[in-house]
């Protein structure tokens, strides 16, 4: 029946482009809502595992767009937000914005907390009706993306892309930003943090931005790939536990090169320990000196070499064989000597 229907209707040609006058007409900058974050008519995901301060995160976007503040340190367009807060406990967001000091002196955010539809056009329909009257609307963020769409299966590419389609259309239709929030599957790729998200690769593929925050021990790491930009290269993400907002730390490579190098400084004080109390003993050879000690024979002779140069061991030669002993060891027998 729908081919018939389809059959007795016109069909119109694709629109074109002349690729010259895209060329001759670029803006110098794509338009940004976050500063080399997010652009400002687009979608965004942010993904995370439960309880992991994705909502948190996503909050402090909301009340930093509206106060025209910088997010995570990177400049904001100011205006107003809408918040689709579709699970959890209103009390939990007013006491949020209240923290972050949210005024509504410059931007304002409306907060919808109602149960969606059980088909997301229907949904994406009335909420365009509902935002008829927000002309300054610039950022809508969805907690969580599932209960807005409403999938019978999220892992069907089939169902997932054009789901966002839909999306990005709602999104370029109102000029606005669109970030979903979304969980992470319990079983990680260590090597791609992205293939995390849960459900369909049409998710990722569908929006913009991807934002990933993952546990590492204690920490919490945050990394973006974009469509347009550079991505966010994975960064310690610390949080304030009385203001309840976040803010960039070091870079994970930073602060993984700041452990090795204190790894590396107490190995070095171990082994230079385990020379000098052997020595203080007597003096040794050097294949005395490397049964005597642990750690691997370079690093050892390395120490043992820089312990010479700074007067600490004197190096002796016996015959064939060169020995060493502590230096102040020496001293003293000289001074009781005298």
Not at 50 to 78: I, N, W, Y
Not at 125 to 141: A, E, G, H, M, T
Not at 234 to 255: C, H, I, M, Q, Y
Not at 262 to 290: F, P, Y
Request: glycine share 8%; net charge neutral.
């Amino acid at each position: 029946m729908n081919e018939t229907k389809n059959e007795g209707r016109k069909i119109l040609p694709f629109t074109m482009k002349n690729g010259f006058e895209l060329a001759t007409t670029a803006p110098p900058n794509i338009p940004a809502l976050v500063s080399g974050l997010l652009i400002q008519v687009g979608t965004s995901i942010l993904s995370a595992d439960p309880k992991s301060g994705k909502s948190t995160l996503a909050r402090q976007l909301l009340v930093d767009v509206a106060e025209h503040r910088e997010f995570l340190g990177m400049p904001t367009l100011c205006g107003d937000c809408l918040y689709l807060y579709l699970e959890g406990p209103l009390g939990v967001v007013q006491q949020h914005f209240q923290k972050l000091g949210h005024t509504g002196q410059r931007g304002q955010i409306h907060v919808i907390d109602e149960s969606m539809a059980a088909h997301a056009e229907f949904s994406l329909r009335r909420l365009s009706d509902s935002i008829k009257s927000l002309p300054n609307l610039r950022l809508i963020v969805v907690d969580p993306l599932s209960k807005l769409l409403c999938l019978s299966d999220s892992t069907s590419t089939d169902e997932v892309t054009p789901a966002m389609a839909l999306l990005e259309k709602f999104a370029k239709e109102h000029s606005l930003h669109v970030m979903a929030l979304m969980h992470e599957k319990k079983r990680k790729s260590e090597q791609d943090t992205f293939h995390n998200q849960l459900g369909s690769v049409g998710f990722r593929g569908g929006s913009d931005t991807n934002i990933s925050l993952t546990k590492q021990g204690k920490q919490r790491i945050i990394s973006s790939e974009q469509r347009w930009g550079v991505g966010l290269e994975p960064r310690v993400l610390n949080f304030d536990e009385v203001r309840l907002v976040n803010s960039l730390g070091k870079t994970v490579e930073a602060v993984e090169g700041e452990n090795r190098g204190g790894r590396e400084r107490k190995t070095l004080q171990r082994i230079e320990k385990e020379i000098w109390d052997s020595l203080l003993v007597k003096s040794l050879a050097t294949n005395q000196i490397l049964d005597a000690v642990t750690g691997k024979s370079t690093t050892i002779l390395d120490v043992l070499e820089k312990m010479v140069s700074n007067g600490r061991v004197v190096a002796e030669q016996d015959g064939k064989t060169k020995r060493y002993r502590a230096a102040e060891i020496q001293n003293e027998v000289v001074q009781e000597a005298a």
